[in-house]
């Protein structure tokens, strides 16, 4: 079983609709929680960070995290063309030392339609 | 320049050459990182330095030899690669304290013949 699963996709989305991303895991000592965002022929950025459980909310962007069942969720309110990427869920336990290792899922490739 | 800057961003070698990938980053980091992306697998984490200290993933063959002058550069070289490793080699810069927050130059494509 790997550490992170996450559902390549490609996900296509009409303008407008909720977008629902999501990665589930399986190392329960994880406790920081990150979504990457890469366009095409970019390198990834940072676009939310959650520690432990709980809500974060950004603008359209909002991230779940449910230790209990070890799953984490993106939603993409109100989806615009140019939320058009490939959106990497990525997950870390405190390693000694002042370095984060992270594991990252595969990525879900994502195109929101005009 | 602002943010991580990496050099050359499309690279084709044969497997015989020598070659060098170069990251710079204005950020003030005090750890970089490299990271493989291939198709179909998930970032692979290659070396990281912190305060130029080295932290070698262990998997990553000899012919991949970084070199870290200082804490603002950060190279990769390359010799007698094979063309599995062909990808997208990316540099990542972060600051210390390990919030996992790492923020990423856009990468340099490379293909081996």
């Known amino acids: 079983q790997k550490e992170v699963e996450q559902d390549p996709g490609p996900l296509s989305v009409p303008e407008g609709a909720i977008v629902s991303l999501n990665c589930t895991y399986s190392?329960?000592?994880?406790?920081?929680f990150m979504w990457y965002r890469q366009y095409s022929r970019k390198g990834p950025e940072l676009l939310m960070y959650?520690?432990s459980s709980g809500n974060k909310e950004d603008g359209r962007f909002t991230a779940q995290v449910d230790k209990s069942s070890k799953y984490i969720s993106l939603f993409i309110r109100d989806s615009q063309p140019s939320d058009s990427a490939t959106y990497l869920c990525?997950?870390?336990?405190?390693?000694?030392?002042?370095?984060?290792?992270?594991?990252w899922g595969l990525g879900t490739s994502l195109a929101v339609n005009p | 320049e602002t943010g991580v800057t990496q050099t050359p961003r499309h690279l084709v070698m044969g497997m015989t050459n020598k070659k060098s990938l170069k990251c710079e980053q204005h950020?003030?980091?005090?750890?970089m990182y490299w990271y493989k992306q291939s198709a179909k697998k998930p970032l692979e984490l290659m070396f990281v330095?912190?305060?130029?200290?080295?932290?070698e993933n262990n998997s990553v063959p000899s012919r991949f030899s970084p070199e870290c002058p200082n804490s603002s550069h950060l190279f990769l070289h390359l010799h007698t690669l094979q063309p599995e490793d062909s990808a997208l080699y990316l540099c990542?810069?972060?600051?210390?304290?390990?919030?996992?927050?790492?923020?990423f130059g856009e990468g340099s494509r490379l293909t081996v013949l």
């Open positions: 990525a997950m870390s336990a405190l390693n000694a030392g002042n370095n984060r290792k992270l594991i």
């Open positions: 190392n329960s000592a994880f406790q920081y």
């Open positions: 950020l003030g980091h005090n750890a």
């Open positions: 330095y912190s305060l130029e200290e080295r932290v």
């Open positions: 990542a810069s972060s600051q210390g304290g390990g919030t996992g927050e790492l923020f």
């Open positions: 959650t520690y």
